[in-house]
């Protein structure tokens, strides 16, 4: 799971499900890591979401963080949403996305084992 490194929003949201991932399904980065500089694909470089790699593939956004939330106990729930149309999640995320600064501010930093962080 890749993130936006310097959002609060980001960190927290990194910490809640690393919180709840039981079966340590989820590494994490930042997506200026040297990972996501090595691995994102051109048309997501400039990406400032959530980016979820799995099964050799990546998802953004709501796509992502739905995707993100079916895989933790008792979240499961949450993939009644998959039911709705991606750009109705997507006007949702955005909206979020563009006050999260403002909202949560900038700098708190998630900490983690070493061994769920990828550099």
């Not at 989820?26 to 997506?31: C, D, K």
């Not at 109705?88 to 070493?114: H, M, N, Q, T, W």
Request: hydrophobic content about 45%; glycine content about 4%; charged content about 25%.
């Amino acid at each position: 799971m890749l993130f936006d490194g310097p959002c609060t929003l980001c960190n927290k949201s990194v910490q809640w499900i690393f919180k709840r991932d039981r079966d340590n399904l989820f590494l994490f980065a930042s997506l200026k890591s040297e990972w996501a500089q090595a691995h994102l694909p051109k048309e997501l470089e400039s990406e400032n979401s959530v980016v979820l790699f799995q099964d050799d593939k990546f998802y953004t956004r709501s796509e992502a963080v739905l995707l993100i939330l079916a895989q933790l106990p008792r979240y499961k729930w949450t993939r009644i949403f998959g039911y709705l149309p991606s750009w109705s999640l997507d006007v949702v995320y955005k909206l979020i996305a563009k006050v999260r600064y403002r909202i949560f501010g900038k700098g708190f930093c998630a900490v983690l084992p070493e061994e769920r962080i990828i550099k």
